[in-house]
């Protein structure tokens, strides 16, 4: 929670500055608290997975937060029972009139396809389309960032010969950005993917900067300006298991898989992986909860339509 002090205390500057969270008394006198809403879309077969990864990472914030979780109405996953989708997952056309803090859109085995050819792109441009006007942030995760960046930039996704699959090692560009507050200079992040983005395509966008990156797996995270979009090109939501089981799926699928860089210890799959990442993914949601939504989102969520003309 932030630190509450007095209006003109000097550290209040200071702090500040290093992006820690403090709320001065004229601004707690006005402080209405209401849960945070947040909708993810989850596009990843492995629905009950995903979703656990990442209610577990929301729920490292000490704040309320309200979750609903969403499917796409043109495609339905094969790999999760009917009854767990119409239990808990909500489609467009149901939330459509809703106003979210945050959206989160997962990524999705589909990196080899044209946009245009994956079933349900026409839904998720509407989706994303209409996020402008009703979602505060929104975290786009591996092929959703590869999607967000091609729909709302025109950045070319770049189909890989062979998969980035591992932990590398990456760098804090930009250490001030308040997403990357605690972040060290140089931290561990899991890819599984098929595709990229250039970095120079990154760097030519308006109002784009790139946060982190690796020097092997490329452009990890990058952010409009405003921090209403952040692209996330790796999975720091992933388990300590989940390469290994997308390994092991792909060996039974005769794929020939290369064992993932980085991760089992001397490469062998037999042993137990390291886990040397889930600080910073700690770190990364719990500062877009923190740092990006609670701290920006206005209280009535009406007013986003303004905030949008206005940038």
Not at 57 to 81: F, H
Not at 113 to 135: G, H, K, P, T
Not at 174 to 192: C, E, M, W
């Amino acid at each position: 929670m932030p630190i509450k002090i007095p209006n003109a205390l000097p550290a209040t500057k200071i702090l500040e500055h290093e992006n820690i969270f403090v709320m001065t008394e004229t601004r707690a006198l006005h402080q209405d608290i209401r849960p945070l809403k947040i909708l993810i879309l989850n596009l990843m077969p492995t629905k009950i997975e995903t979703e656990t990864q990442l209610l577990r990472l929301l729920g490292y914030t000490p704040l309320q937060i309200e979750v609903d979780l969403m499917q796409t109405a043109t495609y339905k996953a094969k790999n999760v029972s009917p009854e767990h989708l119409l239990a808990f997952y909500k489609t467009f056309d149901v939330i459509q009139h809703n106003r979210y803090d945050g959206m989160i859109i997962t990524g999705a085995p589909v990196e080899k396809m044209r946009f245009q050819d994956v079933d349900y792109w026409d839904e998720l441009c509407e989706i994303m389309e209409w996020s402008l006007l009703n979602v505060y942030s929104t975290l786009y995760i591996c092929w959703g960032a590869l999607a967000g960046l091609y729909y709302h930039y025109n950045i070319q996704k770049q189909v890989l010969s062979k998969k980035i699959s591992g932990v590398f090692v990456h760098k804090t560009l930009i250490k001030s950005h308040p997403l990357l507050r605690g972040f060290d200079d140089t931290f561990y992040a899991p890819h599984s993917r098929y595709g990229t983005v250039r970095t120079e395509d990154i760097r030519r966008a308006k109002n784009l900067d790139i946060l982190t990156m690796s020097d092997q797996a490329g452009v990890h995270i990058a952010a409009d300006r405003s921090c209403r979009k952040f692209f996330v090109t790796g999975h720091l939501e992933y388990d300590r298991m989940t390469l290994a089981k997308e390994y092991q799926r792909d060996v039974e699928n005769g794929l020939h898989p290369t064992v993932p860089y980085n991760y089992f210890p001397n490469d062998d799959p037999t042993q137990k992986p390291i886990m040397n990442w889930r600080s910073h993914a700690s770190l990364l949601f719990s500062n877009w909860i923190n740092y990006i939504v609670y701290q920006h989102t206005p209280y009535d969520l009406s007013m986003l339509d303004a905030q949008h003309q206005q940038e």
